[in-house]
């Protein structure tokens, strides 16, 4: 009896591994797809180069994107750094004409093309504020203003 339940417990945790390496990769490949497809939309003010891709309409005039910055001099941002760049997933509310992320996931660089944080936010409302490179009015003026 107890030799079943090891068995189960080893076969639960090798199904948690499988699902998580399927996640891993799923992400990953999003973003490696979507590095072919970055839309340059502008600069901040300090010369940060913000991009977008993958952006899709969803119901209730929302947008999903992904948002590059890629900072021209290494930040600091609240997560940490010093950072050359920040991609994140994020959903838009473009219903009332201001958009608001409501889902972020964050995968920033720093110098050596290392991926360094990983962070889920339902909500974050110091995306793309000074903090973060000044980015947020511009990515939500190009992602609510796309129809396909």
């Known amino acids: 009896m107890l030799q079943i339940g090891a068995w189960e417990f080893a076969l639960k945790k090798t199904l948690l591994l499988i699902f998580a390496v399927t996640v891993a990769t799923v992400l990953l490949v999003t973003f490696v797809r979507a590095a072919g497809e970055w839309q340059t939309i502008g600069q901040t003010e300090a010369g940060d180069k913000v991009s977008v891709s993958s952006v899709r309409v969803l119901k209730n005039n929302q947008r999903s994107a992904l948002v590059r910055v890629e900072y021209k001099d290494p930040a600091q941002l609240p997560q940490g750094g010093p950072f050359v760049e920040m991609r994140a997933r994020v959903r838009f509310n473009c219903a009332n004409g201001v958009a608001n992320p409501t ?43 796309q129809t396909k």
């Open 103 to 145: 889902t972020q996931w964050f995968y920033t660089r720093d110098r050596s093309g290392r991926f360094v944080v990983s962070k889920k936010a339902n909500h974050d409302d110091q995306f793309g504020k000074a903090p973060e490179g000044g980015f947020g009015e511009l990515v939500s003026k190009s992602v609510c203003s």
